[in-house]
């Protein structure tokens, strides 16, 4: 690699070298290097190698619980990672391998990734087009992959650059907490007038909170064991079905604590994390991006050992409603799902889209629609739970609009084109404004709706199919999960690609 001083500087700031994160990622003893010799040579007058500059992009193929990966990653002891060392040829070669021979892609990320310096205008004796010839080629498969086959990007240090572009274009990324990503660090920010530290800019806390990364951990070995899990709930291609594993977990099992899991108070906010660990296999709740878009829940999960996509509401944050980062946050989600056939289990607490100043400043709305059209165009599985609310064109968001699903709720569900908290001031104004007691007529009207909006009123109209006892739940996501088993079909999507 660089040299012993490197690798002991390396070691020295807590962080190991390339070779070791490969070796500590992936089956003991499974790596099979492609292009180990490859580097920058110096040769003398005679033609004779004097020294090699190895290159600073280690990769080849690899097993992860017996299965075929890609791994691709950036020796920062050589020129930190910067392009003066780099081969384009083969980081680009393990995007196209991964691609074309259907195989997942970890992307161990530390530096610019590949990307250049300005010392690079030295040492190369000339700037770079930004892409160029090889550069375009390379970036192109580090977005095509995601929609052939799983993309995972770990950063394990301070990322910049191109290094922040590949670690942000994966279905699912991991940063250690003492790492930073950043388009360009504190010394280029500096002449911005924002002098920072590199925790300030990019730090684990404001890339998980922004949507940039999905998760943050303590170590190294904590990012490869997340690696590990993501990738266990998926197909290596889209031309696969996730697979199945055996299952001990009871599909009849049937939790009391489901009965009183939602507070009869409506304001009263709950947990909705233990009824997801309840419905799903046990311990096989696996959350992404817990700290961006809050108001939604997302993860993966198993039902009898079948893979599926897990979307919630979160009544903790915004009462559930959905902000324009949860919209975000659920379009990336389906669409993941609808790359690698997953079923959708949907938990839904929605009260409707977050209003106000704010909400509309982030054009929320357009978020919104997004989010229907991504649902309206997915063609996997799905299957609702209303668990509480279900408000307004948000509410509209809870199934496909042009196809079957399967859908129950709780009886503690309740919806409508608006909550009645502010819609009654609104629908009868003059009622109220006639009232010898105003909050007295409040009340009798209030009262006289909510038993109007029972949800069993709605399925005595055949506005919802079925209410169930919640300590059914689980059983019946399993009959789904077996049902929805031979309508999966592997093969590209053909009414959309995942987005970044």
Known sequence: MGGVDKVKRQHDQGRLTVRERIDGLIDQGSFHEIGAVAGLGDYDAKGELTGVTPANCVFGRGKIEGRTVVVVGDDFTVRGGSADASIHTKPQMAEEMAHDLRLPIVRIIEGSGGGGS????????????????????????????????????????????????????????????????????????????????????????????????????????????????????????????????????????????????????????????????????????????????????????????????????????????????AC?????????????????????????????????????????????????QSTVPWCTIIVRNAFGVAGVVHQPANRFSMRYAWPSAYWGSLPLEGGIEAAYRADLDAAEDRDAKLREIEDRLNKLRSPFRSAEKFWVEEIIDPRKTRSLLCEFARLAEPLRTPGPATAMRLRP
């Open 328 to 376: 975000e946050k659920v379009i990336r989600f389906v669409d993941l799902a609808e790359t690698f056939h997953l079923p959708i289990v949907y938990l839904m607490d929605c009260p409707g889209f977050m209003v106000g100043l704010e909400a509309e400043k982030a054009a929320t709305i357009r978020y919104g629609v997004r989010v229907m059209a991504a649902v309206n």
């Open 118 to 325: 300005v010392k690079t205008i030295e040492t190369k004796g000339a700037a770079n087009l930004p892409g160029g010839v090889d550069g375009t080629r390379w970036f192109y498969y580090t977005t095509a992959n995601l929609a052939q086959v799983p993309v995972v990007a770990l950063g394990l240090g301070s990322v910049a650059g191109l290094g922040a572009a590949r670690l942000a274009a994966s279905h699912y990324s991991v940063m250690t907490k003492s790492s930073a990503m950043f388009v360009a660090g504190p010394p280029v920010v500096a002449r911005l007038g924002q002098d920072l530290s590199k925790e300030a800019l990019g730090g684990a806390d404001i890339q998980t909170r922004a949507g940039a990364v999905d998760h943050a951990v303590n170590t190294e070995a904590e990012a490869f064991a997340c690696a590990r899990r993501f990738l266990s709930y998926l197909p290596s291609s889209v031309y696969e079905l996730p697979p199945t594993l055996p299952c001990n977990d009871d599909p009849e099992r049937a939790d009391e604590k489901l009965l009183s899991a939602v507070p009869r108070d409506r304001r009263q906010v709950y947990k909705m994390r233990p009824i997801i660990e309840s419905v799903v296999d046990h311990g096989t709740f696996f959350e992404t991006g817990a700290k961006f878009g809050r108001p939604v829940i997302t993860g993966l999960a198993r039902l009898e050992g079948r893979a599926v996509a897990v979307l919630a509401g979160d009544s903790f944050h915004t009462g559930g409603a959905w902000t324009a980062d």
